[in-house]
Structures are given as C-alpha cells and as structure tokens.
C-alpha cells in the first residue's frame, strides 16, 4: 500500500526510467475501467512515447493500467486528460511512403528515353546514308557507257547474292568468336572506309582499272543479248560500289541496328516506339532526297572539262563516311553511359545458352528446322520478289525518259523526297494500325498495297497505247504516265515497308533465344533478302529470253506477282499466331519483374 500511495504522491514526469519494473504491482484486469475508442489512445501516447521505443510489454501494460486507474477514479483530473490528449495530438502518425514514381517527359519514362532517342538517332543517320546510297548506286550502273537498265538483273543474281552468302559466313564465324560491339565495329566500318575510298580513288581513276577494250571484244564475240554480263566486267568498280550499297541496307540496318535495337528494348517497348522509329528515319528520306536534288543541279552550273559527276560523289560520300562516324559514336555512347547506368531497368531479354558452337551447316538445319523462322524467311524472299517485278521494268522506262545522269539523278532526289513524306505519314498511321488491330494486319497491309499498286502499274504499259489521246490532254505520254505510276507505285510499297514491313519483321524476332536472333537474322536478312529479289531478276530473265521483251511477259510476271502476295500472307497469318503465343509468355515473364 505504500508504494501505491507514493506512486500517487509523485509526478509521472518524476519517474525513474524502469520504475514500472521495480514496482511489485499485480497486472490490472482489463475489465476494471471501460474506455471510449477515442480516449484510449490519448491516454496511451504520453506514458508509452516517454518509456522510449524499446518498451518491454510489462512496462507498457503497467503504465496502460496506472493511467486507467488515474483517469476512472473519482474527482480525476480533467486537465491530466486534456494534455495527454494534447501530446498525442502533438505526436505525428508515420505518413505512408509514396511509392517509387519515375520521371516522365510527354508521358514518356525518361529512362525509356535514354534508350529510344539515340536509336531513333542512329535510324535517322543510317537511312540517310542509305537514301543517298540507293540513288547513286542506279544512277551509276544505269547511265554508264556501254550498259543499262538490263544489267540489274544480273547484277543481284551474280554478284550481289555471292557476296551476301560470303558476307553471312563470315558474320556467321565472327559472331561465335568476337563481342557484340567489336562486332558492330568489325562489319561498319569496311563499310565506311569504301565509300570514301570510292568516290576520291576508284571513281578518279575508272579509266584506268576499267578494262573497256576487253568488254568491247567480249560484247563483239558474243552478241548483243550478252549486254548485261558482259557490262558487269565493264564497269566492275560501279558493280562493287552498287553491292556495298545493297548490303547498306540488308547488314547495317538490318542486322546491325535492328539487332542491336532487339538486344535493349522489351516486347512493350517496341510496339510502342518501333513504328516511331521511322518517323525521324523518314525525314531523314526528305532530307537526302533534297541532298541529291541539290548535288544534281551543282553539275549543272559547273564550267566545262569539270566532270560534275565526280564532284558530287565526293561531296555525297563525304556525307556518309561523316554520318557513318556518327553512327558508330552513338552506338558506343549508348553502350558505355546508357546501357551501364545502374539505374535503368535492365531488358529482360533470352540470355543466350550455354552450348557448343554451332556450324554453318548446323546452323541452317536449326533454321530450317523451324516453323517460324521458314515464315519469316517467306516474308522477306517474297517481298524481294514482289518488288524486284515491279521496280526493274519502272527503271527500264525511267531511262528511257531522262536518260541524261542529272536528269535521272534529279528525279530520283524527287522520287526520295516523295518517298520519305509518304512514309512519314504512314509511320504515323502505322503506330495507330498497331495498336488497334494487332501485329497480323499490320504485317498484311504491305503485300496487299503491293499488290494492289502493282497490277496497276503493269495494266498501265499493257493498255497504256488507247490511252495516248486522253493522256496527251494532261501534257503526257504513255511513257511519262508509266514512270509517274510506277514512282508511285514504289513509293506506296516502299513506305508500306519502312512504316509497317519492317517493324512487324523486327517485332517477330524478340521472343526467341539470343542465338537464334544473330544466326536466324544473319541467315534471314543478309541471304533471304538478296535471294528474293535475284529470285525476281531469275524470273525477269527467264521471261525476257522466253517472250522475248518484258512488255510481252507482262501478263506473265503479273500472275507470278498474284502467286507471291498469296504465299506472303498466308506466311503472315501464320506468324501472326505463332508470334502472338511467344509474346503473352514473354509479357508474363517481364511483368513480376517490374513490380
């Protein structure tokens, strides 16, 4: 009784730390005083917050029951509630921790960012060298003495083709023995280095390095129907810088870049940003087209004895060679700040198995073997054929009416310009068609644009002759009215491609393993791409020899043209469900790791 009395008597402020331990009181019976809700904690705060945090739990129901007992009795002091109400008052609740929110730029996570900008840099640079590129190379084999139009088909057949299956050995045998970006390195920058070499060695001196005489002799021995082949020997250096320009398009776009775009991007992150991808390389299709245009009319005001021509492939391929810089600097910039930055959430790509090298002809049975690539396979042979079809018989007719290099070479900077406005507004299109209707129409409305403007065009040479009287009222011939359907034909196709083709192709390769996109791309892009269109020059040859002109094989080369789009979609519409399985498992996968 006496320590109770004293307990009463003393201030609480007045005890000593553990005194509730030295105090042989009995533990109060939780029923001796009934609180309200509200008041219990207000009682509890102050003597429980003053014992400290470590409070053992005899210590806290010791100090619970003496409050209880101060606060029931009769005659308690009113103010003893009001300040203890007042401290628990004064003591905070712990505020919830927000969770972790990432910053955003135009709704976009800025992390995302730091991996979309530069590859949307890189696209732009890569297309830009490829626009230049692409019209240089027709221009030099088309208008060159001693050859035309009819040297394209022999050219993919028997050189480009060669070279693409020795390049994909190659690469086949790099990529098994050296790092992905000394391979990066390795393969772009012989690119460089050529195009540069090309346009301040080989082209000064082609007078020197090409054999003329010989083609002549050759061309006299065997008849004029040996034009094409004996052109190649001709103007060789040309033939070269017109294969280094195909394999611009088919390794640097898309194995390099491509590859190294599926390497660091998730399947959320390339539907949303891949058809982006085209939108700055698509200006960059407006920007080199007026490149062109320009070096085009430079040749005109030069003086006479100045060969304009070589002024402007210098003044063209020092653009490259700079944009090739440029290309590789983004790529090592990327590598070494972005993609080293432990902030960033890391891909949750296939890590590649551990298992022995694969040989070449191991390497084929494992493509061959598979469903899925033999669909990808299909798009892109039968793309090439589609528009090899098409696009050899319009260059045809486009010499025949700007025969003149300026000439040809202006209208090709149009052609690019034009190109590249229509791709841009399809690229804006194709993200919309993405996200609405799924990978599969996306991946059907390239054949059938092809088809489509395809048939147009050859009914167009067909009957274009009972057509002269209404066509002369617009200020044209059958001729011009050809070229015009035919540059637009190949636009539509062309931004068909670079805004839907193209993206929906690169889409396909993400589910599989990290083997399978090196090897499978390198087999499928730089083999399966050439082997297309040298399949349509095959076909174009086959039926020249036989028909006699490509105006008689017309009919022909437009049934060929129906069969290829039906196996291009029939191919798509498989892919689509196989790639739609390998996206949900991929999608569940990445999904726990992002929580």
């Known amino acids: 009784m006496e320590s109770r009395a004293l307990l009463h008597a003393r201030p609480a402020a007045l005890l000593p730390p553990r005194a509730g331990l030295r105090l042989p009181l009995p533990l109060p019976r939780p029923r001796a005083v009934s609180l309200s809700p509200a008041a219990k904690p207000a009682l509890q ?7 400290g945090p470590f409070l053992p739990r005899h210590d806290a ?17 009113v103010s003893f509630r009001a300040q203890a109400a007042a401290a628990s008052a004064a ?8 969770e972790e929110s990432s910053t955003k730029f135009l709704g976009i996570d800025v992390k995302t960012l730091k991996k979309i900008v530069p590859l949307g840099l890189m696209f732009f640079c890569i297309l830009f060298n490829y626009t230049i590129l692409r019209d240089t190379k027709d221009v030099l084999v088309v208008t060159a003495k001693g050859s035309s139009a009819e040297i394209i088909p022999f050219l993919k057949t028997w050189v480009n083709l060669p ?33 540069g070499a090309f346009a301040f060695v080989l082209y000064p001196l082609r007078d020197v390095i090409h054999p003329t005489a010989l083609a002549d002799k050759l061309l006299a021995a065997l008849g004029p129907s040996f034009l094409g082949p004996v052109a190649i020997l001709r103007i060789w250096s040309f033939c070269l810088f017109y294969v280094m320009a195909e394999l611009w398009g088919s390794v640097v776009i898309s194995v390099l870049f491509w590859g190294f775009a599926n390497q660091i991007t998730t399947v959320d992150e390339a539907k949303e940003f891949y058809p982006l991808f085209g939108l700055g390389a698509n200006i960059a299709l407006i920007f080199s087209g007026r490149t062109v245009k320009y070096f085009s009319n430079l040749r005109k005001t030069l003086g006479p004895g100045i060969d304009g021509w070589e002024v402007s492939l210098k003044g063209m391929m020092s653009i490259v060679v700079l944009l090739g810089l440029v290309i590789t600097s983004i790529y090592w910039g990327v590598n070494k700040f972005v993609l080293n930055d432990p902030s960033l959430p890391k891909s949750d790509r296939k890590k590649k198995k551990e298992k022995p090298k694969l040989g070449m002809k191991e390497s084929l049975k494992v493509l061959l073997s598979s469903r899925y690539v033999r669909d990808l396979a299909t798009l892109v042979v039968a793309y090439g054929i589609s528009i090899n079809l098409v696009e050899v018989t319009w260059k045809s007719k486009l010499k025949a009416q700007f025969p003149s290099p300026n000439e040809y070479s202006s209208f090709m900077g149009d052609f690019s310009t034009a190109t590249g406005i229509a791709t841009f507004t399809m690229m804006l299109l194709g993200r919309f068609i993405l996200r609405k209707f799924g990978w ?21 040479i067909l009957f274009g002759q009972p057509l002269t009287p209404m066509l002369a009222t617009m200020g044209m011939t059958p001729l011009l009215a050809a070229v015009y359907v035919g540059a637009m034909q190949n636009i539509f196709s062309k931004s068909a491609k670079y805004s839907l083709f193209d993206p929906c192709k690169e889409m396909a390769y993400i589910p599989l393993d990290e083997d399978m996109k090196v090897k499978g791309k390198a087999a499928i892009d730089v083999v399966c791409n050439p082997l297309g269109k040298s399949g349509g020059a095959l076909i174009q040859q086959f039926m020249i020899l036989t028909f006699g002109s490509l105006a008689n094989s017309t009919p022909y080369l437009g049934g060929i043209l129906l069969v290829t789009v039906l196996a291009w979609l029939g191919a798509a519409s498989s892919l689509d469900k196989q790639f739609s399985s390998l996206a949900k498992e991929d999608l569940k996968k990445e999904k726990p790791k992002r929580k």
Request: net charge positive.
């Open 61 to 77: 129901l010791l100090g619970n029951g003496f409050l209880k007992r101060r606060a029931a009795s009769a005659g308690g002091d």
């Open 163 to 195: 070279m693409a299956i020795g390049f994909m050995l190659l690469y086949t045998k790099l990529s098994n023995v050296l790092s992905r970006e000394a391979l990066f390195y390795t393969v772009i920058f012989p690119f460089v280095a050529f195009f």
């Open 440 to 460: 599969g129409v996306a991946a059907m409305i390239t054949p059938t644009v092809l088809l489509l403007t395809g048939v147009g065009f050859f009914s167009l």
């Open 91 to 98: 003591v905070p609740a712990p505020a919830p921790q927000p």
């Open 45 to 51: 705060s102050p003597l429980l917050a003053s014992r």
